[in-house]
């Protein structure tokens, strides 16, 4: 009973960040129809400028929670920067174009990213310094950290922030409004060049906030780190129903459930044959899944309320 | 400032080989409730397509409040003070009637990506005036009640008046009307002749594309015919209604 406990509360934390990475496919998706491959290496560029911003501000004598901080905002800024980029410079020039064309163009953006990173930061993985001291709680026999209760708590807050934005703020209204008719929604003047490029620069935002989760949590980052998250955070996407926000954190959260269970289980399922680090099958097989039974994902029956 | 809102001038559009309009010019003046008749496929709608700027026209242009109008910028439109509403109603459905008016305000404001992340008391303060004006709009249209409903909920003639509050959410110099009185019946349409009348009234240009003629002749102060792309006259509705070619274009003799 008590490993159930403890899969389902790193599930919780690991799909917290799921559903972060998830959001940015998803609204991406939901005003333009476009999936944005590179929005994994989104992350993983947050990740690193956060690691490079805290740790010469640490060296630099500054208390590493402060630090921390600084590095947040950082990779905040430079993530939002980088998004805005991405749809100026890759997408934009290919609006109207078959769908598979920018497709293809974010694949290479995701690769461009990647060599770019490595190019930064080197190949080696890096050490993410801890910003938070090193506190356990243990409730019915399942231990969790202070990091893992930060992170749940700061997804939550940034995803209650994203759902206010998107539903009661104007960029918000103006973003659902793109979304079910870019040509009326242009008409009654809403700039669809500005509410495209919110929508990367504020997915990119939350990427960035994951990027900084994801490092902090494992302790660790390198370029290639975004590859794998921004996978399975699509297949969370999916899950939910792509183009729809409440599809992506619920996706996010219950695949990050899905694969601690299955990693906890795994090694008993199979008589040990098949350890923990085949938890990445989990994803795969819900993302098969999903795509054979319910191509629209959970949320997916209102394809007209994307955004 | 010049008593003419907007000219069209020798405004022509292709698609393929149908000339569906042929060098069309004629000029709104200010304050005037202005029809734009003709059969069907005279090319009304994509003359409206043209001036808001989802076409690009083959040939002339618009001349909006002094200033050319620049084609293929539908916010540029906007922004300049031209809104429309659209024949098949075209509103954000999943969205609440409120939201829907909520949307036509975006282009007279200001607080953009930041803003909106950051919510500082400027923001604020612009989105309750937003919401405020919106409401508002919905009390002028008289369908204030049906604010928190989603707008595919609403019943057709409803619709169609949610389609006309969002316009005006644009503060339009111009407000154009691709035939609201479609699908209604004569109550129905009085209720809007009442309100296109309301709309001059309070300061705003009105160009009425439309179908029912009694509606048109009685509403407007100068009627343009369209047929086959072309324009066939320009003028009072009693002169209009008299003339040989619009007789003939009509009746198809």
Known sequence: MDIFLQQIINGLVQGSIYALVALGYTMVYGIMGLINFAHGEVVMIGALVSITVTSTLAAAGMPIGLAGLFGLVAAILVCMALGWSLERIAYRPLRGSPRLTPLITAIGMSIVLQNLAMIIWGRNYLTFPPLLPKVNFEVAGAHFTLVQVAIVLLSAAMMSGLVFLVYRTKLGMAMRATAQNPAVASLMGVNINRVIAAAFVVGSALAAVAGVMVGSYYEIAHYQMGFMLGLKAFTAAVLGGIGNLAGAMAGGVLLGVIEALGAGYIGDLTGGFLGSHYQDIFAFVVLIGVLMFKPSGLFGEKTGDRA | ?253
């Open chain 2, 1 to 253: 400032m010049s008593d003419i809102l907007l000219e069209a001038k020798a405004v022509a559009k292709h698609f393929g080989g149908v000339k569906a309009l042929q060098d069309v010019s004629l000029a709104i003046r200010r304050g005037e409730i202005y029809g734009l008749i003709g059969p069907n496929g005279a090319g009304k709608t994509t003359f409206f397509n043209c001036m808001t700027g989802l076409y690009i026209p083959d040939g002339g242009g618009f001349v909006f409040d002094g200033q050319p109008l620049k084609a293929d910028a539908p916010d540029r439109a906007a922004e300049r003070g031209i809104a429309r509403t659209f024949q098949n109603i075209r509103l954000f459905g999943n969205m609440t009637a409120l939201e829907n008016v909520m949307v036509g305000r975006h282009v007279r404001t200001k607080a953009g990506v930041f803003g909106a992340m950051l919510m500082n008391a400027a923001t604020r303060a612009e989105e309750a005036a937003i919401r405020q004006r919106a409401i508002d709009l919905l009390h002028y249209v008289d369908i204030a009640d049906r604010a928190d409903d989603l707008a595919k909920n609403l019943s057709y003639g409803d619709q169609r008046r949610l389609e006309i509050a969002r316009a005006l959410a644009t503060e339009p110099k111009l407000l154009c009307l691709d035939e609201p009185a479609a699908g209604m019946n004569a109550t129905e349409t009085e209720e809007l002749r009442v309100l296109i009348e309301g709309i001059r009234k309070d300061g705003t240009t009105v160009l009425l594309i439309e179908h029912d003629v009694k509606l048109v002749m009685g509403l407007c102060d100068r009627v343009a015919v369209l047929d086959y792309g072309a324009l066939v006259i320009e003028d009072v509705p009693a002169v209009v209604q008299k003339d040989q070619r619009v007789i003939e274009a009509y009746l198809g003799a």
